[in-house]
């Protein structure tokens, strides 16, 4: 087990939050950095939607940031390793913190200089 989810675990369960700095080696972020790099060259990233299911749209007043979810690049080793990794702290919260948390979603943003997303 990586230290810094047992020690992410228990941050939670004493604090309700927890900040972790250096989870992934140097050259491991270095790499998913060049692979989001390309993904953005590529042209992988969409305008961000806000809303859920049919509902969902794009509304730049509210956001202005691009999006990459990571489920659309799964055969990627960086991305596989981020989801591994991602995998095993949900089933160490699940175990030690009883999370109850059933899967993972999530993508990466990239917010242009004075991009933003809205609370509302």
Not at 74 to 83: F, G, Q, R, T, V
Request: charged share 20%; proline share 3%; with cysteine.
């Amino acid at each position: 087990m990586d230290r810094w989810i047992s020690r992410a675990t228990e941050e939670l369960a004493q604090n309700l939050l927890s900040h972790v700095c250096n989870a992934f080696p140097e050259d491991s972020v270095a790499r998913l950095n060049a692979w989001i790099s390309g993904q953005l060259e590529a042209g992988a990233f969409n305008k961000a939607n806000i809303g859920r299911g049919h509902r969902t749209h794009n509304n730049e007043a509210i956001r202005s940031d691009m999006t990459l979810w990571l489920q659309d690049n799964a055969d990627d080793p960086e991305i596989i390793h981020l989801k591994n990794v991602i995998e095993k702290l949900r089933l160490h919260l699940n175990q030690n913190l009883f999370a109850g948390i059933d899967s993972f979603e999530g993508h990466f943003a990239i917010y242009p200089p004075g991009g933003f997303y809205k609370r509302q």
